[in-house]
């Protein structure tokens, strides 16, 4: 009976770790690896590194002689990569769940994981970046809103000498407020509003309070 796919990759992985460990016994080899990443030293086992078989760290953990690795005095392995990045990554291959500060961005995660070949990192960031900006997308625009008090006479003035940005949004009647001669002066209160974009808006970018004749 075929294996399902779990089971494959379950089973690539005890290989891996068995034919890992035969090695390193044979040979004497610690199951620990020191690797030097950007001058950062990082401590991890083999089994670790060995959680993607077509990863750099893979290669590196089994010596592959294909592979043109340094060591540095003390034995480690040279990587020249941003440490701070490396940190998300090795944890990942650790528990297989991506964990990152809220002062790293997924980008810088995405290109280590691209340099590391972590191929199911790769694609759990990528799909972290969508759902992110999936949401930035979906914030709804705020506006804010200014009432303001003219008479009947004013309203066409009001209306067309309104500060960019402003737009009429209502106008409700308040009725008759006064008398101004033989003709009743009606008054309307007129709302209006404008996008806010995290900005102070000064006296010169407000409508006026009341407009005027």
Known sequence: MAESNSEASGSVHRRCAAHSQERNSSAGVSKWIRLNVGGTYFLTTRQTLCRDPKSFLYRLSQADPELDSDKD??????????????????????????????????????????FYNITSLIKLIKDKIRERDCKTSQVPVKHVYRVLQCQEEELTQMVSTMSDGWKFEQLVSIGSSYNYGNEDQAEFLCVVSKELHNQSYGTNSEPSEKAKG
Do not use: M, Q, S
């Open 73 to 114: 005095e003390t034995g480690a392995y040279l990587i020249d990569r941003d440490p701070t990045y490396f940190g998300p990554v090795l944890n990942y291959l650790r528990h297989g769940k991506l964990v990152l500060n809220k002062d790293l961005a997924e980008e810088g995660v995405l290109e280590e994981a691209e």
